[in-house]
């Protein structure tokens, strides 16, 4: 219910507000709210799956969920200054996969041995 709450308040925000006339900050509130809606989406889709298979959420999976998160905030923020083209999507899209790489395979997203 929370997350749906996240939902429409950010869509809310995004459709109502006139960006000229207010802040900065209510200008990425929304697409902040719109990032844990979606985070946390993707976190109870991924941990319903791994409970299944008797597994648990780790470190890295939840970096790489946040770092595959931040690809549908930018896009909406590019669209919304009006700076999307497909060749940003495509190259978003090359950065969030390498990011997601990149994350999946350091020991910062591993659990420290003991």
Do not use: C
């Not at 749906?4 to 459709?15: D, E, R």
């Not at 299944?52 to 930018?74: D, E, W």
């Amino acid at each position: 219910m929370g997350i749906v709450v996240l939902y429409a308040l950010s869509f809310g925000l995004l459709v109502f507000t006139n960006p000229e006339r207010v802040s900065p900050i209510l200008l990425v509130t929304p697409l902040l709210i719109f990032f844990f809606a979606v985070f946390l989406t993707l976190i109870a889709m991924v941990g319903g799956f791994l409970r299944q298979r008797n597994r648990k959420l780790s470190r890295g999976t939840v970096i790489t969920i946040a770092v595959i998160t931040a690809l549908p905030v930018l896009l909406i923020l590019l669209q919304s200054i009006g700076q999307l083209s497909a060749r940003d999507v495509i190259t978003l899209i090359l950065i969030i996969l390498v990011l997601g790489l990149y994350v999946s395979k350091v020991g910062f997203a591993r659990s420290p041995k003991a």
